[in-house]
Nanobody
């Protein structure tokens, strides 16, 4: 079992920045992959940024060059730095990890609201 606690969401004006954090109850170094997803009402959850154990990153096209995913294994924490935020980035953001056994765990989500 892995507990994930997200923080850092909030209300920001368009063009502003936020940094989301996801604190894990287990060593993030052992995770096969980690990622950030987001969801808006009536829509499917979508992958925003993905980070493999080997350090490979992938991003949703619409957040390329604006968002950066990273992790601090010493703190067992995953981050999502979000710059140049747009109203369309408004969503609940979820942290996800996949263990070496292929089990997936989710955080409770944190609301990000970008005003125009």
């Amino acid at each position: 079992q892995v507990q994930l606690v997200e923080s850092g969401g909030g209300l920001v004006q368009a063009g502003g920045s936020l940094r989301l954090s996801c604190a894990a109850s287990r060593n993030t170094f052992s995770m096969n992959a980690m990622g950030w997803y987001r969801q808006t009402p009536g829509k499917q959850r979508e992958l925003v940024a993905h980070l493999t154990k080997g350090g490979t990153t992938n991003y949703l096209d619409s957040v390329q060059r604006r968002f950066t995913i990273s992790r601090d294994n010493a703190k067992n924490t995953l981050y999502l730095q979000m710059n140049s935020l747009k109203p369309e980035d408004t969503a609940v953001y979820y942290c996800n990890v996949q263990t070496g056994l292929g089990t997936s765990f989710w955080g409770q989500g944190t609301q990000v609201t970008v005003s125009s």
